[in-house]
């Protein structure tokens, strides 16, 4: 073939030698035997027994490796707080356990009348929990960590208080209760 510097020279020259002839009819079907009959060949089969279990092995591999990166051990939210503040954590520490100890108190002073006090304090403590989980989370996630501390103290300093109120109110009620029964059994 000699050179040609435009392709519409090409095309003139070739004219008439393009094979412009439908495929014999089941093309198709002769075409893929074909393939088939190549598969079965050693190369073929070598392929084909390889590659399934090497994709089934990289997909395991792959799966394994990622979940050993988003499963895998974090440090709790005590610890991280304890990384960003370890007064914000003895204070929560110290305030968690003051809590802890004035529910136990307010359940021993329980009674059937004041067990609908005590449920609706202890539905008042559960959200004020939420509460701090939410503060927890911002102050973790980079927040504004001075307002945020103080936002944790005062939760704290609300739960105390709300306590408090609570066990004051129980102890006037039981008070109330024994001044009633002390008149009337005179």
Known sequence: MKDFDN????FEELKGSFDLKEPREGHRLRFKEKLDAQAGTPRGR???SWWK???????????ITASVFWLGPRNSEQQQLAAISPEASQTSYYFSNLVAQQVSELEKLGSPETRPLIDDAMKQLDQLEKDY??????LLNGGNSKFILGAMITNFQTRIDLLQDVMTTIEQINQFKNESNATNTI
């Open 133 to 138: 989980a939410k503060l927890e989370q911002d």
């Open 7 to 10: 392709i519409t020279d090409l």
């Open 46 to 48: 070598f392929a084909s």
């Open 53 to 63: 279990p090497l994709s089934i092995a990289a997909s395991i591999a792959l799966l």
